[in-house]
């Protein structure tokens, strides 16, 4: 153990004592620090990749009108258009997709499938909009219950999109199987040329009254909207919905619909993403939402989305803090990728600060401790010549020794608190001259 020991003492005496060595392992940690904090603060992506819906829908025109102020920050965003809102959890949760984010219609998702999702925010309703001809249903004073429908030719969705899905948690709660109707699982425009041909009594679109899909259906004669004068009790059955009131035109004046004021039930389309989502990214994604969403406000009251409400999946920790206190201070006078480099730098360099001051605090118990050291050898080399003074074979070795050990403490630099260590030293040196000159 004293063979091993004696060694490591040695190397340490060497390098505590040796500056070089010291700064080189400063240096060597704050690097290893920077490379971890580097890892755990990476910079957001400069391309992301967006699934949408149908190439005519609103989640489309959305990821466009994103698209195109994304572009002014320098990120580029890819849309991908789908089926809908079940293609666009699939690959949200598929990593080999690619997909880092996605439009979702609100009530479709099975939370337990999707644990490593989140919601960015709420963007704007969309209602379910029941559009029947009118001679139909005229001997019953229009269409206002889901339970009207039965034994009629209705569209209710395709497969893979969340309008089926939501039709389907509606026909339930209504107590009315698929069975007892007529249905037909259509995509959007398959279904809009079997109601003009006649095929079809009613469809379901579920969809944001600025869908410029919809304007399709202004065209065909004889076409109205249902009015769910049933909304509040499907509100309560179903809590991811909301009551919209739709004022008489709203939805086209020239075409005077709806013919007077309805109410709907309306689910919330919402911008979903992965949960290790780059925080900068929350912010610049909710800045650019509400410049978009300045004009989808025909349902919505002023400033209600972005929203934190009627989200299927739990609300992203900095979406939260942006919709509540808006965007940070230096989001909100810094371009957007100089606040992120500020951002990204301060995160590094506070945990480096908390870190090296306390460090700074035991520099000059370092730099005595590595004065203790030096004198701990010099004492250690005059013990040896003393213990070897009575030695006359050793004489001339001794007096060698004692000469380079004059010369060593001759060159030590210590600050003015140290002399007095230092003198002390040097007269302990000339103590054991003397007693080797006297033996001589």
């Known amino acids: 153990m004293q063979k091993i020991r004696k060694p490591f003492m040695n190397f340490l005496h060497k390098h505590l004592s040796n500056p070089l060595s010291i700064g080189a392992a400063i240096l060597a940690s704050i690097a290893m620090l920077f490379g971890v904090l580097w890892i755990l603060v990476p910079p957001p992506p400069k391309v992301i990749d967006l699934a949408t819906g149908f190439p005519t829908g609103l989640y489309q025109q959305f990821g466009e009108r994103l698209q195109s102020e994304l572009a002014e920050q320098g990120v580029s965003l890819r849309l991908k258009t789908t089926g809908g809102t079940r293609d666009n959890l699939a690959l949200l949760n598929d990593p080999t997709s690619g997909i880092d984010f996605a439009m979702v219609q609100g009530g479709v998702a099975d939370l337990s499938k999707y644990p490593n999702l989140v919601s960015i925010a709420g963007v704007f309703y969309e209602p379910v909009w029941v559009w029947y001809r009118e001679p139909v249903f005229k001997a019953e004073g229009g269409l206002s219950l889901l339970s009207q429908l039965k034994g009629r030719r209705v569209s209710i969705g395709s497969e893979g999109s969340g309008t089926l899905v939501l039709v389907e948690d509606l026909l339930r709660v209504s107590g009315i199987s698929e069975n007892e109707l007529r249905a037909e699982k259509l995509k959007p425009d398959e279904a809009l040329n079997k109601l003009k041909s006649g095929e079809l009594d009613a469809v379901v679109i579920v969809s944001a009254a600025e869908a ?218 000339g103590e054991v001259k003397g007693r080797l000159n006297s033996l001589s």
């Open 212 to 429: 410029p899909f919809l304007k399709q259906f202004y065209e065909i004669p004889g076409l109205r909207l249902m009015n769910f004068v049933q909304a509040d009790a499907y509100t309560r059955n179903l809590p991811y919905l909301s009551k919209v009131m739709v004022p008489h035109g709203v939805v086209s004046i020239a075409y005077d619909l709806p013919r007077q004021d309805i109410q709907l039930v309306a689910a919330t389309a919402t911008l979903v993403g992965k949960d290790n989502v780059s925080p900068a990214l929350v912010t610049l994604l909710l800045g650019d939402t509400y410049d978009i969403l300045k004009s989808y406000s025909r349902l919505s009251k002023p400033g209600e989305f972005p929203s934190g409400a009627g989200l299927d999946f739990p609300l992203h920790v900095d979406a939260e803090i942006y919709l509540k206190d808006g965007p940070s201070f230096l989001h909100r006078h810094l371009p957007f990728w100089t606040a992120v480099w500020v951002g990204r730098f301060i995160k590094i360099v506070i945990p480096l600060l908390v870190i090296l001051i306390p460090l700074f605090t035991y520099i000059p118990a370092i730099k005595n401790l590595m004065l203790r050291l030096k004198l701990a050898r010099v004492y250690e080399e005059l013990k040896v010549i003393e213990r070897n003074a009575f030695n006359p074979d050793l004489k001339e070795k001794n007096h060698k020794d004692l000469t380079a050990i004059e010369r060593k403490v001759g060159n030590l630099k210590v600050s003015m608190l140290d002399a007095k260590e230092l003198y002390d030293l040097k007269g302990h040196v």
